[in-house]
């Protein structure tokens, strides 16, 4: 255990089971937090539950679409009750969900799909934990916005790009809503750090396109998951004590706001 910041927290963490989110499940369980997971896919959740419990990490989980209010308003309920409440949300659940990029080949329905999940998901979850923060007399919440919500990134398309930046809007208004309650809500905009399944998305991607994407990192390399793990937890953790309605750019330099 590298510290034992969140000792005594619970994080709630949507799209838990995979990708960074699962990540952030393993850091923030070994530096002492409680881990509860919302996911769409079971046997992931099972898997990752498992697997914390086995390492002393107290963790629980629910399988629940984001885009489905109720259910996610039900669950929430049940994990804070099982687990003492939700001290801190990080609202991961996410992506371009493998829709297509290119605006021809986008149907409405992949375009629902995309704003449903991402802005609509994440606006579901944050007014499900509020009440609980509310309780606890204070929590954060990191939402996930994107570089391609930052920038014109050539990496994911127009619905992603509407969709991170919205997210960025939910994120500046919450903040001024929730503030007096002691509840701080930031965004993370990684740029692209290669889970299982971006590794793919970025091999599809023409040479032309991955060198773009390549040479225009200052940093000159791609992440490790470590790297967006690690600011995500410091927004998170009390060390961001004064830090809300910010981004957080993580992206080796790719994209610098003026
Ligand atoms: N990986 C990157 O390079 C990158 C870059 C910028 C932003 N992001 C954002 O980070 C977040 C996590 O991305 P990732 O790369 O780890 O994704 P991922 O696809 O590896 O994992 C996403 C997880 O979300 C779950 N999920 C999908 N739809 C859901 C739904 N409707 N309800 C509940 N759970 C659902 C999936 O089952 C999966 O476990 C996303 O919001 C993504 O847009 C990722």
Same mark, same amino acid.
């Given at each position: 255990?590298?510290?034992?910041? +969140?000792?005594?927290?619970?994080?709630?963490?949507?799209?838990?089971? $995979?990708?960074? *989110?699962?990540?952030?499940? #393993?850091?923030?369980? #070994?530096?002492? *937090?409680?881990?509860?997971?919302?996911?769409? &896919?079971?046997?992931?959740?099972?898997?990752?539950?498992?697997?914390?419990?086995?390492?002393?990490?107290?963790?629980?989980?629910?399988?629940?679409?984001?885009?489905?209010?109720?259910?996610?308003?039900?669950?929430? !309920?049940?994990?804070?009750?099982?687990?003492?409440?939700?001290?801190?949300?990080?609202?991961?659940? !996410? !992506?371009?969900?493998?829709?297509?990029?290119?605006?021809?080949?986008?149907?409405?329905?992949?375009?629902?799909?995309?704003?449903?999940? &991402?802005?609509?998901?994440?606006?579901?979850?944050?007014?499900? /934990?509020?009440?609980?923060?509310?309780?606890?007399?204070?929590?954060?919440?990191?939402? +996930?916005?994107?570089?391609?919500?930052?920038?014109?990134?050539?990496?994911?398309?127009?619905?992603?790009?509407?969709?991170?930046?919205?997210?960025?809007?939910?994120?500046?208004?919450?903040?001024?809503?929730?503030?007096?309650?002691?509840?701080?809500?930031?965004?993370?905009?990684?740029?692209? +750090?290669?889970?299982?399944?971006?590794? $793919?998305?970025?091999?599809?991607?023409?040479?032309?396109?991955?060198?773009? /994407?390549?040479?225009?990192?200052?940093?000159?390399?791609?992440?490790?998951?470590?790297?967006? /793990?690690?600011? /995500?937890?410091?927004?998170?953790? &009390?060390?961001?004590?004064?830090?809300?309605?910010?981004?957080?750019?993580?992206? *080796? $330099?790719?994209?610098?706001?003026?």
């Amino acid at each position: 255990m590298t510290n034992n910041r +969140f000792a005594g927290k619970v994080l709630l963490i949507t799209g838990g089971a $995979g990708g960074l *989110g699962a990540a952030i499940a #393993h850091a923030a369980g #070994h530096q002492g *937090g409680s881990i509860a997971i919302l996911d769409t &896919n079971s046997d992931a959740i099972a898997e990752l539950v498992t697997n914390l419990r086995s390492l002393g990490i107290t963790a629980d989980g629910r399988a629940v679409d984001v885009r489905d209010g109720k259910a996610v308003t039900k669950a929430v !309920g049940e994990l804070a009750d099982s687990l003492s409440g939700i001290d801190i949300l990080i609202a991961a659940a !996410g !992506g371009s969900l493998g829709t297509p990029r290119d605006m021809d080949d986008i149907s409405d329905d992949d375009l629902d799909l995309v704003i449903d999940v &991402n802005v609509k998901g994440t606006y579901y979850c944050a007014r499900a /934990v509020i009440p609980f923060m509310k309780k606890k007399g204070g929590g954060s919440i990191v939402t +996930f916005s994107s570089i391609g919500g930052r920038s014109a990134s050539p990496v994911t398309g127009v619905p992603y790009a509407t969709a991170k930046a919205a997210i960025l809007g939910l994120t500046r208004r919450l903040a001024k809503e929730v503030g007096l309650d002691n509840i701080r809500i930031n965004a993370i905009a990684p740029g692209l +750090f290669l889970t299982d399944r971006l590794t $793919g998305m970025f091999e599809k991607l023409s040479a032309a396109e991955r060198e773009e /994407v390549l040479s225009g990192i200052p940093l000159g390399r791609m992440p490790e998951l470590r790297e967006c /793990v690690d600011p /995500v937890l410091f927004l998170a953790s &009390n060390e961001s004590s004064y830090i809300t309605g910010a981004v957080l750019d993580v992206n *080796g $330099g790719r994209f610098m706001p003026s």
